[in-house]
């Protein structure tokens, strides 16, 4: 578990660094107003990570998924750039003995 949170965390930021900001504030900030019986700060930090996660969801609801197009891998050029080998003259001369 420790070593799984880091990963989350540091590829949740490098996604999306705002959003990921946002939601940590208000988590911290219901935490300390829920231990510290401020029930402002509890309620101001549960509105702005509900608002960031909505963001966030709503922002993956925008992005439109981009067809996928099948992948054709070509071992071969269809036509070489070089060009063809010239037929090598063969010479009918006697050995000499």
């Not at 990570?49 to 099948?70: M, Y």
Request: hydrophobic share 45%; aromatic share 8%; net charge positive.
């Amino acid at each position: 578990m420790n070593a799984v949170l880091p990963r989350f965390l540091k590829s949740a930021y490098r996604r999306e660094p705002i959003i990921t900001v946002l939601i940590t504030m208000g988590l911290v900030d219901a935490l300390i107003g829920g231990l510290d019986d401020s029930w402002s700060l509890f309620a101001f930090g549960l509105g702005t990570a509900g608002t960031s996660l909505l963001l966030n969801w709503w922002r993956i609801q925008q992005r439109r998924p981009l067809p996928e197009e099948p992948i054709v891998q070509h071992y071969l050029p269809a036509r070489s750039s070089s060009p063809a080998i010239p037929m090598p003259n063969i010479s009918k001369k006697k050995p000499l003995q």
